[in-house]
C-alpha cells in the first residue's frame, strides 16, 4: 500500500547551522504535501505546505522542497534554534489540501547549544 | 484560543470501561478528522466528517469505536469495553480549505 517514510530517526545539528530533514512518499498520486512540529505532549503543529504544482515554498526560516521525480520532500530550517527541538512529520493526501493525511514515522530534531 | 480543543486531556480508565472524548474544531470549519497516535508513531487516520456527515472510516475503527457529530460543530468519539491496546494519544484536526490542523489530543491509559 501506498506510505510516507522518512529516512532517518534522528538529526542533531548546531544551534545556528541549517537543518534538512527528508521525507520520501510512494504515492505518486499526492498533489498536496505538509510539514508538521509535534513537541512533546502536544499534538502536531502546522509548519508549511505545498501542492503538487509548485517545487519550492518558502516560509518563515523553513523551506518546503518537492521533487515529484523521485517522490521526495524535504524542510529545511534556517538558523535552527533550540526551539526547533521537535518530532517532525511530513503527510500526504491525493485529494487535495482539506482531506485526510497519510503521516510518516517521524524524526526527532535535536539542536545542539 | 481559537484553535482545536480537546477534552479530556488525559484518561485513565480499566480495561472494559467505556470512554467518551470531545473535540472542539475550530469554529466554521466544516472538515473534522480523527487520529489515533502511539509513541514513536506518525498519527493514523481513524475517521472524519464533513458538517455532520461521517464520510470515512479506517479499517482500523473496530465496532467498539463509534463517533458522532451532531450538529456539524463539535464532535465525540467513543471507546466501549477499553481494551489495553487501545492506550494512545487520540487527536482531533479540523480544516476548511487548508491543511488540517491539530488539537493537543486526549492521552488515554487502559490499565
Known amino acids: 500500500g501506498e506510505s510516507v517514510g522518512l529516512h532517518l530517526p534522528t538529526l542533531s545539528v548546531q544551534e545556528g547551522d541549517n537543518s534538512i530533514i527528508n521525507c520520501a512518499y510512494s504515492?505518486?498520486?499526492?498533489?498536496?504535501f505538509i510539514w508538521y512540529k509535534q513537541e512533546s505532549g502536544k499534538g502536531p503543529q502546522f509548519i508549511i505546505d505545498i501542492r503538487s504544482n509548485m517545487d519550492k515554498r518558502q516560509g518563515q526560516r523553513v523551506t518546503v522542497l518537492l521533487n515529484k521525480t523521485v517522490k521526495h520532500l524535504s524542510l529545511q530550517i534556517a538558523a535552527t534554534q533550540p526551539g526547533d527541538s521537535a518530532v517532525y512529520f511530513c503527510?500526504?493526501?491525493?485529494?487535495?489540501?482539506?482531506?485526510?493525511?497519510?503521516f510518516g514515522k517521524g524524526i526527532t530534531l535535536s539542536v545542539r547549544p | 484560543d481559537t484553535g482545536v480543543s480537546q477534552n479530556p486531556r488525559h484518561k485513565i480508565t480499566k480495561r472494559g470501561q467505556n470512554v467518551t472524548f470531545r473535540c472542539d474544531p475550530i469554529?466554521?470549519?466544516?472538515?473534522l478528522y480523527w487520529y489515533r497516535q502511539t509513541l514513536g508513531q506518525g498519527p493514523e487516520f481513524l475517521t472524519y466528517?464533513?458538517?455532520?456527515?461521517?464520510?470515512?472510516k479506517s479499517r482500523l475503527l473496530s465496532d467498539r469505536f463509534s463517533a458522532e457529530r451532531p450538529k456539524g460543530s463539535f464532535s465525540t468519539l467513543e471507546i466501549q469495553r477499553t481494551e489495553q491496546g487501545d492506550s494512545a494519544m487520540y487527536l482531533c484536526?479540523?480544516?476548511?480549505?487548508?491543511?488540517?490542523?491539530f488539537g493537543p489530543g486526549t492521552r488515554l491509559t487502559v490499565t
Open positions: 466528517f464533513q458538517n455532520e456527515a461521517q464520510l470515512e
Open positions: 469554529s466554521e470549519h466544516n472538515r
Open positions: 503527510a500526504e493526501s491525493p485529494t487535495g489540501a482539506n482531506s485526510k493525511l497519510t
Open positions: 504515492n505518486s498520486a499526492s498533489d498536496y
Open positions: 484536526a479540523s480544516s476548511f480549505e487548508g491543511g488540517l490542523y
